[in-house]
């Protein structure tokens, strides 16, 4: 799968978002999540990320190794406030923003 790191936190620049072909990058509220189950490893959102953010998941830099769990913690676990996870929408624009985060996004320091 490709994963979103830390650089997508408090840009959230969606451009990922207009270039994905099975629609599974998902808006939580600081940061966006790749639904592992769902990509298709295309590749066609890694260039377009103007803070680099996205990358395949053995390419990841090693400071954040541990977005590649974050990235489905998002989808395999209830979110705070929620009593079930996300499991697999099947589709970004039909879920829609979600506006809460992991745990791991939301105590990142503010800008
Ligand atoms: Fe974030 Fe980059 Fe997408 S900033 S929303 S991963 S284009
Ligand atoms: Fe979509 Fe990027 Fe995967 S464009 S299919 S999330 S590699």
Known sequence: TYVIA???IDVVDRACVEECPVDCIYE??????????????C???EPVCPVEAIYY?????????????DNARFFAEPLPGAV?????????AKLGRVGVDTPLVARHPAP
């Open 57 to 69: 998941e053995d390419d990841l830099p090693a400071q954040w190794s541990v977005f590649t769990d």
């Open 6 to 8: 830390e650089p997508c």
């Open 43 to 45: 590749g066609a959102c």
């Open 28 to 41: 939580g509220d600081r940061a966006l999540y790749i639904q592992p189950d769902e990509c298709v490893d």
């Open 84 to 92: 079930t996870a996300l499991d697999s929408p099947g589709g970004a």
